[in-house]
Protein backbone atom coordinates (compact mmCIF):
# COMPACT_ATOMS: atom_id res chain seq x y z
CA UNK A 1 0.00 0.00 0.00
CA UNK A 2 2.72 2.41 -0.63
CA UNK A 3 3.35 4.75 -3.71
CA UNK A 4 6.12 3.61 -5.87
CA UNK A 5 8.52 5.69 -7.54
CA UNK A 6 9.26 3.64 -10.85
CA UNK A 7 12.59 4.10 -13.08
CA UNK A 8 12.83 1.94 -15.90
CA UNK A 9 13.06 2.25 -19.76
CA UNK A 10 9.67 1.62 -21.50
CA UNK A 11 6.81 2.83 -19.01
CA UNK A 12 5.09 1.67 -16.09
CA UNK A 13 1.33 1.55 -16.06
CA UNK A 14 -0.65 2.35 -13.20
CA UNK A 15 -1.43 0.13 -10.02
CA UNK A 16 -4.48 -2.10 -10.53
CA UNK A 17 -6.35 -0.03 -7.78
CA UNK A 18 -4.82 3.44 -7.29
CA UNK A 19 -6.15 6.49 -9.29
CA UNK A 20 -3.11 8.62 -7.47
CA UNK A 21 -0.29 9.49 -9.75
CA UNK A 22 2.51 7.17 -9.84
CA UNK A 23 5.90 8.74 -9.72
CA UNK A 24 7.88 6.81 -12.55
CA UNK A 25 11.42 7.26 -12.26
CA UNK A 26 14.49 7.07 -14.08
CA UNK A 27 14.12 4.91 -17.30
CA UNK A 28 10.33 5.13 -17.47
CA UNK A 29 9.18 7.20 -21.00
CA UNK A 30 5.37 7.07 -20.51
CA UNK A 31 3.76 10.35 -20.33
CA UNK A 32 2.31 9.36 -17.42
CA UNK A 33 5.82 9.08 -15.98
CA UNK A 34 5.69 12.90 -15.72
CA UNK A 35 1.97 14.01 -15.45
CA UNK A 36 0.84 15.36 -12.32
CA UNK A 37 4.13 13.99 -11.03
CA UNK A 38 6.46 17.02 -11.13
CA UNK A 39 6.40 18.83 -7.19
CA UNK A 40 5.13 21.44 -6.74
CA UNK A 41 7.88 24.10 -6.60
CA UNK A 42 7.33 26.91 -4.58
CA UNK A 43 9.69 29.80 -4.10
CA UNK A 44 12.66 28.96 -2.27
CA UNK A 45 12.69 29.53 1.24
CA UNK A 46 14.05 33.45 1.69
CA UNK A 47 17.63 34.35 2.90
CA UNK A 48 17.56 35.71 6.26
CA UNK A 49 18.19 39.28 6.07
CA UNK A 50 19.58 40.98 8.96
CA UNK A 51 20.77 44.58 9.73
CA UNK A 52 24.58 45.19 10.53
CA UNK A 53 25.21 44.88 14.25
CA UNK A 54 27.97 46.36 15.49
CA UNK A 55 30.96 45.01 15.95
CA UNK A 56 33.47 45.96 19.12
CA UNK A 57 36.41 45.32 17.17
CA UNK A 58 35.74 47.90 14.16
CA UNK A 59 35.84 51.51 14.73
CA UNK A 60 32.56 53.38 14.24
CA UNK A 61 32.29 54.70 10.95
CA UNK A 62 32.30 58.20 9.92
CA UNK A 63 29.95 57.98 6.66
CA UNK A 64 26.30 57.04 7.48
CA UNK A 65 25.55 54.14 5.23
CA UNK A 66 21.70 54.73 5.33
CA UNK A 67 22.14 54.43 1.71
CA UNK A 68 23.51 50.40 1.65
CA UNK A 69 21.22 47.27 2.06
CA UNK A 70 21.68 45.82 4.72
CA UNK A 71 23.98 42.47 4.42
CA UNK A 72 21.99 39.39 3.21
CA UNK A 73 23.32 36.62 5.44
CA UNK A 74 23.20 33.14 4.07
CA UNK A 75 20.55 30.99 4.72
CA UNK A 76 21.03 29.14 7.84
CA UNK A 77 22.11 25.32 7.00
CA UNK A 78 19.06 22.56 7.61
CA UNK A 79 18.51 20.82 10.32
CA UNK A 80 20.05 17.42 10.12
CA UNK A 81 18.34 14.32 9.82
CA UNK A 82 19.35 10.86 9.90
CA UNK A 83 17.63 8.24 7.81
CA UNK A 84 19.36 4.76 8.24
CA UNK A 85 19.56 2.61 5.33
CA UNK A 86 21.10 -1.13 4.69
CA UNK A 87 22.05 -2.71 1.47
CA UNK A 88 20.72 -6.46 0.03
CA UNK A 89 22.76 -7.63 -3.05
CA UNK A 90 20.28 -10.18 -4.53
CA UNK A 91 22.67 -11.19 -7.71
CA UNK A 92 25.62 -12.88 -8.00
CA UNK A 93 27.66 -11.16 -10.25
CA UNK A 94 27.39 -7.68 -8.22
CA UNK A 95 30.08 -7.84 -5.03
CA UNK A 96 27.86 -7.02 -2.46
CA UNK A 97 31.01 -4.78 -0.78
CA UNK A 98 31.27 -3.33 -3.88
CA UNK A 99 27.94 -2.00 -4.30
CA UNK A 100 27.61 -0.59 -0.45
CA UNK A 101 30.93 1.08 -1.49
CA UNK A 102 29.06 2.88 -4.51
CA UNK A 103 26.12 3.35 -2.78
CA UNK A 104 27.54 4.82 0.46
CA UNK A 105 30.01 7.11 -1.22
CA UNK A 106 27.19 8.34 -2.96
CA UNK A 107 24.91 9.06 -0.46
CA UNK A 108 27.59 10.72 1.44
CA UNK A 109 28.90 12.75 -1.33
CA UNK A 110 28.74 16.46 -0.60
CA UNK A 111 26.71 17.19 -3.76
CA UNK A 112 24.20 14.89 -3.44
CA UNK A 113 21.52 14.94 -0.36
CA UNK A 114 23.35 15.69 2.35
CA UNK A 115 23.41 19.06 0.91
CA UNK A 116 20.14 19.26 1.95
CA UNK A 117 20.28 18.23 5.48
CA UNK A 118 19.87 14.31 5.21
CA UNK A 119 22.42 12.08 6.56
CA UNK A 120 21.90 8.72 5.12
CA UNK A 121 23.54 6.30 7.62
CA UNK A 122 24.41 2.62 6.62
CA UNK A 123 22.68 0.72 9.75
CA UNK A 124 22.48 -3.26 9.63
CA UNK A 125 18.63 -2.67 11.03
CA UNK A 126 17.73 0.13 9.09
CA UNK A 127 14.23 -0.24 8.14
CA UNK A 128 14.95 1.53 4.66
CA UNK A 129 16.48 -0.71 2.17
CA UNK A 130 18.54 -0.46 -1.08
CA UNK A 131 17.75 -3.27 -2.68
CA UNK A 132 19.56 -4.65 -6.00
CA UNK A 133 17.90 -7.29 -7.78
CA UNK A 134 17.09 -9.01 -10.89
CA UNK A 135 13.83 -7.44 -12.59
CA UNK A 136 11.47 -10.90 -11.61
CA UNK A 137 12.14 -9.61 -8.20
CA UNK A 138 12.33 -5.75 -8.30
CA UNK A 139 8.39 -6.06 -9.83
CA UNK A 140 7.53 -7.94 -6.70
CA UNK A 141 9.06 -5.99 -4.46
CA UNK A 142 7.80 -3.02 -6.43
CA UNK A 143 4.03 -4.64 -6.41
CA UNK A 144 1.17 -3.02 -6.96
CA UNK A 145 3.19 -1.33 -9.53
CA UNK A 146 4.39 -3.02 -12.56
CA UNK A 147 8.08 -2.41 -13.55
CA UNK A 148 8.06 -5.44 -16.56
CA UNK A 149 11.69 -6.60 -15.75
CA UNK A 150 13.09 -3.58 -16.43
CA UNK A 151 12.78 -0.74 -14.27
CA UNK A 152 13.29 0.06 -10.66
CA UNK A 153 11.30 1.81 -7.93
CA UNK A 154 11.11 3.02 -4.73
CA UNK A 155 8.04 2.04 -3.12
CA UNK A 156 7.77 3.00 0.63
CA UNK A 157 10.42 1.69 2.84
CA UNK A 158 12.32 0.00 -0.67
CA UNK A 159 14.45 1.30 -2.95
CA UNK A 160 14.77 -1.61 -5.24
CA UNK A 161 17.64 -1.39 -8.51
CA UNK A 162 17.27 -2.93 -11.66
CA UNK A 163 20.63 -5.07 -11.57
CA UNK A 164 20.44 -4.64 -15.55
CA UNK A 165 20.28 -1.01 -15.37
CA UNK A 166 22.90 -1.17 -13.17
CA UNK A 167 25.49 -3.69 -14.94
CA UNK A 168 24.48 -1.62 -18.51
CA UNK A 169 22.62 1.04 -18.10
CA UNK A 170 20.20 1.95 -20.84
CA UNK A 171 21.50 2.99 -24.84
CA UNK A 172 19.89 6.53 -24.14
CA UNK A 173 22.53 7.38 -21.39
CA UNK A 174 25.12 9.61 -22.60
CA UNK A 175 27.02 9.80 -19.17
CA UNK A 176 29.61 6.57 -18.45
CA UNK A 177 28.09 3.75 -16.37
CA UNK A 178 29.55 5.14 -13.03
CA UNK A 179 28.00 8.29 -13.52
CA UNK A 180 24.64 6.33 -14.23
CA UNK A 181 24.79 4.39 -11.41
CA UNK A 182 25.31 7.40 -8.80
CA UNK A 183 22.29 9.11 -10.87
CA UNK A 184 20.25 6.16 -10.02
CA UNK A 185 20.89 5.79 -6.53
CA UNK A 186 20.47 9.51 -5.87
CA UNK A 187 17.47 9.44 -8.13
CA UNK A 188 15.48 6.61 -6.32
CA UNK A 189 16.93 8.33 -2.53
CA UNK A 190 15.61 11.41 -3.57
CA UNK A 191 12.23 9.61 -3.70
CA UNK A 192 12.46 7.84 -0.49
CA UNK A 193 12.84 11.51 0.74
CA UNK A 194 9.86 12.61 -0.47
CA UNK A 195 11.13 14.47 -3.74
CA UNK A 196 9.49 14.18 -7.32
CA UNK A 197 9.69 13.88 -10.82
CA UNK A 198 11.05 17.41 -12.76
CA UNK A 199 11.59 18.04 -16.36
CA UNK A 200 14.51 19.14 -18.25
CA UNK A 201 14.16 22.74 -17.58
CA UNK A 202 17.03 24.20 -20.13
CA UNK A 203 18.04 21.83 -23.19
CA UNK A 204 21.92 21.96 -22.56
CA UNK A 205 22.16 22.44 -19.14
CA UNK A 206 22.56 19.88 -16.82
CA UNK A 207 19.43 17.71 -15.89
CA UNK A 208 17.96 17.56 -12.16
CA UNK A 209 18.53 14.56 -11.19
CA UNK A 210 15.05 13.90 -10.53
CA UNK A 211 14.02 13.95 -14.05
CA UNK A 212 13.73 10.70 -15.61
CA UNK A 213 16.86 10.84 -17.30
CA UNK A 214 17.97 7.82 -19.20
CA UNK A 215 14.81 8.06 -21.59
CA UNK A 216 13.50 11.58 -21.31
CA UNK A 217 16.52 14.01 -20.78
CA UNK A 218 14.89 16.32 -23.73
CA UNK A 219 18.39 17.94 -24.44
CA UNK A 220 19.44 18.47 -21.07
CA UNK A 221 22.82 16.99 -20.14
CA UNK A 222 23.51 13.61 -17.62
CA UNK A 223 23.87 14.43 -14.33
CA UNK A 224 24.24 12.70 -11.10
CA UNK A 225 23.64 14.97 -8.64
CA UNK A 226 20.62 16.78 -7.30
CA UNK A 227 20.48 20.60 -9.04
CA UNK A 228 21.01 23.22 -6.35
CA UNK A 229 17.05 23.93 -6.35
CA UNK A 230 16.84 20.29 -5.88
CA UNK A 231 18.58 20.91 -2.49
CA UNK A 232 16.61 23.86 -1.85
CA UNK A 233 13.36 21.76 -2.26
CA UNK A 234 14.71 18.91 -0.48
CA UNK A 235 16.46 21.01 2.72
CA UNK A 236 12.66 22.12 3.59
CA UNK A 237 12.30 18.66 4.90
CA UNK A 238 8.65 19.06 4.06
CA UNK A 239 7.93 15.96 2.55
CA UNK A 240 7.39 12.91 4.12
CA UNK A 241 10.36 10.38 4.21
CA UNK A 242 9.02 6.66 2.48
CA UNK A 243 6.41 8.22 1.46
CA UNK A 244 3.00 5.98 0.81
CA UNK A 245 -0.21 6.41 -1.78
CA UNK A 246 -0.79 10.51 -1.79
CA UNK A 247 1.75 11.56 0.12
ZN1 LIG B 1 11.63 8.50 -10.50
Redesign the pocket.
Known sequence: MTRA???GKGGVRRPRYFATVL????LCALPACASGSVVDRASPAPATRTPPSPSASEPPSETPQESLPPPVTPTTAPPRVVVPYRVEVRVPDVSPSDFAATVRATLADPRGWTGAGFDLVETPDAPHVIVLAEGAEVDVLCLPYETYGAYSC?NGPVVALNADRWRVATPEWTGDLGTYRQMLVN??VG?LLGQR?VECAKPGSLAAV?V?QSTELKGCLPNAWPLPEEIGDAARHDQPIAPGPGE
Not at 23 to 26: A, D, E, I, T
Open positions: NVALVCGQHEHHMQ
